[in-house]
């Protein structure tokens, strides 16, 4: 029972270690990505329509890769960088691929989600492209960004959870070589109901710190 | 004669879609009047007003701001002279997650102002707008008259020579537009800011215009003093301005005779 608990301890850490490093490492490519397809769009602060569908066109067949097939499509690149393929940081490179795109297109609706009005009277004030998303998009697009980071950070906890079917650790790899290879029907659902626990308290922390930071409740 | 601030010579503006919003736009505003545009819905009013500053950029013509043109500026040069023009919206388009103080330091964030001078001047603003004390409060706190007052501390922290209002009374019962007119006349007269009213009610031009450009369907229909254009309209689009005015009164009177009562009356209990 100890030693049960002390690996559902460790598979805990573990996810919880993938998930945020990988949240963390998909928002440095996925948040400069949205910003970018908002701000060149034909209508944006710095049309580039052409570069505006090339982005769009790559995070679109990012995304209709599903993951379980990114997983192993990368395993080369992994061991490029991390030097192995198995083991929990191994695990953050297909995630931080899978989710960055995901990512870009929930930083671009927050974004799109601001007042065209506003960005107008920072236009009229003379602000330049750079300065309305660093002052204007992104703190009037708050609330909704961390709403956002919240589905992000489940999203990928779910995938994590996946990449235990080619030894990636964490909760998802102890719910599948016990409860999955060796009929441990009991270890599975304890794991399951740790992940739902885990999904249930990033989604509320989001939503109460959303809540929080929007000035216009 | 007084110097003309802005001048814009045939401008025209024919957005993508093929529309025509304006053609051979000629107007001449000088520094420190009040100068008006009226004009129905859809008539070009806001496509103009977006010209001055640029928001939109012309298709033809020139637009002048203090004797140079605008037209070919881009970039860093635009930005800067955007900054000597403050503007003011219907929707007063205020920053939701700034505070009061905060939305009036903006522009000066903008322009590189040291942070404590930001801070004095946004505060001095704030008073002159008589909103001192809702300095850290947020938009979404207060009224839309405090907002638009909000909104005309920001235009005006940058000391702009100009100050463009598109409908900035419009969304605003007519107590509270009384009391922003009567601001922005006070705020004209104080620093000689110029003013560029856009709206389509004529009580905005009588009250605070001295002198108003009639806009008709993308074109210039006329232009004087509001004595003279109100008292003996040349053009069709002024004319029918003026009649809607007179027709809504008519109907008025008489709705008041079918009810037996007299305008004295009615005013005396309101
Ligand atoms: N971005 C745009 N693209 C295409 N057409 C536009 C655009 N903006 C405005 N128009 C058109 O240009 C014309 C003038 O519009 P504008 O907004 O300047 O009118 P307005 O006089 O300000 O009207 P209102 O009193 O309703 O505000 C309209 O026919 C409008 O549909
Ligand atoms: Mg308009």
């Known amino acids: 029972m100890y030693e049960f608990a002390q690996m559902l301890l460790k598979g805990l850490g ?80 297909p995630l931080v691929l899978g989710a960055a795109p995901f990512i870009a297109r929930l930083v671009e609706s927050s974004l799109k989600e601001v007042d065209q009005g506003v960005v107008e009277a920072a236009l009229a004030m003379g602000a330049s492209p750079l300065q309305i998303v660093l002052k204007v998009l992104l703190p009037e697009a708050g609330p909704s960004l961390i709403l956002g980071s919240a589905i992000a950070v489940t999203t990928i906890l779910g995938y994590s959870a996946l990449a235990g079917f080619v030894g990636g650790g964490g909760l998802g790899d102890i719910a599948i070589r016990f409860g999955y290879y060796r009929y441990q029907k009991d270890t599975m659902l304890v794991t399951v109901l740790l992940l739902v626990v885990l999904v249930q308290l990033f989604q509320g922390f989001g939503m109460r710190l959303a809540k929080r930071s929007d000035k216009r409740l | ?210 002198r108003v450009a009639v806009l008709d369907q993308s074109r210039l229909a006329e232009t004087g003093p509001v004595r003279e254009v109100f008292s003996n309209p040349q053009s069709k689009a002024a004319q029918a301005l003026l009649l809607g005015e007179e027709r809504s009164a008519a109907l008025l009177l008489q709705f008041l005779k079918e009810k037996g009562l007299s305008l004295e009356e009615v005013l005396s209990r309101v």
């Not at chain 1, 034909?42 to 329509?49: F, V």
């Open chain 2, 1 to 210: 004669m007084a110097e003309t601030i802005i001048q814009t010579r045939n401008l025209s503006k024919r957005f993508a879609d093929g529309n025509l919003a304006l053609e051979g736009i000629d107007l001449d505003i000088y520094a420190g009047e009040i100068f008006g545009i009226i004009g129905k819905s859809g008539a070009g009013k806001s496509t103009l007003a977006r010209c001055l500053n640029l928001l939109e950029k012309p298709t033809g013509g020139e637009v002048f701001f203090g004797g140079e043109s605008l037209s070919t500026l881009k970039g860093k040069a635009l930005y800067q002279r955007r900054q000597g023009m403050g503007m003011i919206f219907q929707q007063f388009n205020l920053f939701m997650q700034r505070s009061v103080l905060d939305n009036v330091r903006f522009p000066m964030e903008i322009a590189g102002f040291a942070r404590r001078a930001a801070r004095v001047r946004a505060e001095e603003l704030l008073e002159l707008v008589k909103l001192g004390e809702k300095a850290d409060s947020f938009p979404a706190r207060l009224s839309g008259g405090q907002r638009q007052r909000v909104a005309i501390a920001r235009a005006l922290a940058l000391n702009p020579r100009v100050l463009i209002c598109d409908e900035a009374t419009s969304a605003l019962d007519p107590e509270t537009t009384r009391d922003i007119l009567a601001l922005l006349r006070d705020i004209n007269e104080r620093f000689q800011i110029t003013m560029v009213m856009i709206t389509h009610e004529m009580q905005v031009v009588q009250g605070v215009c001295h």
């Open chain 1, 14 to 93: 573990e996810s919880l270690y993938m998930t945020l490093s990988s949240t963390v490492l998909a928002y440095l490519f996925g948040l400069p990505l949205g910003i970018l397809l908002v701000v060149t769009e034909p209508s944006g602060l710095a049309p580039r329509p052409w570069l505006n569908s090339a982005l769009g066109l790559v995070v679109n067949s990012a995304r209709s890769v599903p993951f379980l097939i990114l997983l192993v499509a990368v395993l080369p690149f992994t061991r490029a960088i991390v030097g192995t393929t198995i083991g929990t940081t191994a695990t953050i490179v």
